[in-house]
């Protein structure tokens, strides 16, 4: 009796509870399954891709950072490059400068020292000229006291005397 009333009620409505309960429970039994055997191996699928991806986002940050760090340690060491450049052409143009200086000090010092000798040179060769006149000078006034004294000269004699020996003395040179 019970059966019949309920079925009369099931009918009555219109919708077979009966049906809806046992695909219910194969809906469930098929979504244990797809769990056990789709969803968590795609679930797995999708939790190496997300590694993958995270791993490669941060392998890309990594060589970002890396690359900026290069570029600045590149950078220091241009910029260091060129400080020494600098630093090299100006220690050259000091060298340079002083090596000038030096060669003309030097230049002035061997003028000078050149000038000295062949002033001193030229004093020698002075005083040895005017040694030689002297010498001259006597020897020709020996000469002249002896002539002198041989006979007694006029004026006129005298100077004759004086030409001749000149003459005779530079024949001699």
Known sequence: ?????DNLIVQ???FPFGDAIIQLFFFIILLALLRKFAWGPLMNMMKEREDYISGEIETAEKSREEAARLQREASEELKQTRQ???KIIE???QTATKQEKDIIA?????SDRMKESARQEIEQEKEKA???LKDQVASMSVMIASKVIEKELSEEDQKQLIEQYVNEQGEER
Not at 1 to 5: D, F, V
Not at 106 to 110: L, V
Request: proline share 0%; glycine share 10%.
């Open 12 to 14: 009555a409505s219109g």
């Open 1 to 5: 009796m019970y059966g019949l009333t």
């Open 91 to 93: 220690d050259a143009r």
């Open 84 to 86: 020494d450049a600098q």
């Open 106 to 110: 030097s230049a002035r010092n061997e």
């Open 130 to 132: 005017v040694q030689q």
